[in-house]
């Protein structure tokens, strides 16, 4: 009966009066200007580098390095194939006088500041496991529970509405960043190359920014219905912020331990740290296969999650 | 009777294999303020959960104005205005946001409507500051706002004088059988202070180990109870009396005379005495109160 999109606003304008919420976004855009003023400090302090100092003369030396990776490389290896891209890429750049991006310009730091990812996955583990628990811990689940919407909609409201803060937390860092970069660093034009194992593509700066991004993104969604999830089975949101950040950190030292097994790719681990798709492959399956095997992880946690809060009284 | 608007049917919830509500029956009226009554632990705040769908019953139904909570909740529950135990709403918001928030969730509650509860409720000039500052009165009142918004023909109110002062509850209650009989709202109380219950209800039903044991009409003012003279001279009240009233029964005593009558009486007889040189110290109802009743009926034991 209720328009599922009152409830939307409802959750957004509870998410918006918690002082919690404001101290994150300021502890983000505090970040970003403060370490983005390191970088600038650092950058402008580095000692002059022994070597080739001419754009030409860089990428040349880059062609060389990977030509000797390639020939020392089986054919058929990962390590064979990111040479070729490598060295495809660098020529490419030569032959039509496209800068790479510089360390300290405008764009390289842009790239970098996907690094603020790790803050963005803490705020929203913090937030999704908050969103239920606290209504569960602060009595305030009954009055919301007693109205013309059914539970399956209360308890969706609530994570779209997580969802919706993970982007606006997203867009808020990317501002940030353009505004802190704008400041800092001087602005060069860039252009963006693609290799897909025929032929290059050149991409306007912003794509690659955005691609950074998203493939961040994906990393705050699972931990984000990880925290979710866990804060509704167990109405606790201390509980769920702890086992989150624990599958957090673990996941590297764990995806390290089993990437040795080829069973290992099945288990979601391996594809939660879905940017490495983005730097040298890591393990040998394509982005398409990690998002099948998040999503199907995802449908169960949803699905764990819906017949518990359908099923169980409100008594608190 | 008025018709009925909630029907509580073999309503039963066990939990681990113990049975916590035993087949409750149960019907309430349109323009009722029915008392719910039981010692900690009875069931009390368990049915009035399965009542709006925070629990759901082992077995049984709840009928309000004629559709099923189990079948059609949405329907059913946008019916129901309730408070369930206190009142807990958001305290990092202010009472209007708070309020704005539960209107969001039903239909057609407009501005003017939320300030017009706002206005009922005597929190006008408080509405705009966060709830953290709000007394528990002003919680209660504040509680009682969000359970009216949307005019529900039924209203749950658990433990609603928690908290108010007594110039409060004097107002909540007359406030109360207001809404009930000018709007034909069907209200159901739960409340420990029994004399309160007493005053503001019109039935109640005295709950224990989970069985509904009794459902009595609260006594009104013009039934006959038994009332007491303090006097000088009994036999000559006595006298004085019958003569005055006819087929009243009186009993006279060594320092007085009892009497059944209505409480609406007692100033014309008290006149009669006194015009006839009678020296009344002191008039006493010595009906049994509910508390007595109901102290009777759950054996003593002690009242939540």
Redesign the interface.
Known sequence: MVNFVNLIRNEWMKLMQRKSTWIMSIILIIAVFSIFGVLKWDYSHREESVGPNTTEQRLQQQINTYEAQKSEADPSSLDYKYAVEQIELAQYRLDEGLAPAEVGSFWHVMNTSANFFSLIVLFVIIVASGILAHEFQKGTIKLLAIRPATRTKLLYSKYVTVLLFSVAIALLLLVSSLVASLIYFPYDSYTHLTWNGESVSEWPAIFWILQSYLYAMVNVVVMGTIAFVIGALFRSSGLAIGITMFFSFATLPVMMMLRKYEWAKYILFSHVEFSMHLSQPFVDVTPLFSLMVILMYLVIFHALMYTSFKKRDIAV | MAKSVVQLKGLRKDIKSKTIIHDLDLDLYEGEVFGFLGPNGAGKTTTI?MM?????PTAGNVIIGGTSLLEN???T??Q?G????????????SGY?NL???S????GITKERIQEVIDQVGLTSRIGEKVKTYSLGMRQRL?LA?ALLHKPKFLILDEPTNGLDPAGIREFRTYLRKIAQEEGVSILVSSHLLSEIELMCDRVGIIQKGKLIDIRTVKEETEKTKWTFTVKQPIQAKDVLEQAFEGVEIEANEQSISLSISQDEVPEYNKVLVEQGVLVYGIANTKSTLEDEFLKVTGGEQVG
């Open positions: 959960r709006v769908g925070l629990m759901k909740y949405e329907k529950i946008s129901v309730a408070i369930v135990e206190n009142p807990e709403l958001y305290d990092y918001m946001k704005i928030h539960f969001r969730m039903h239909k509680g969000q």
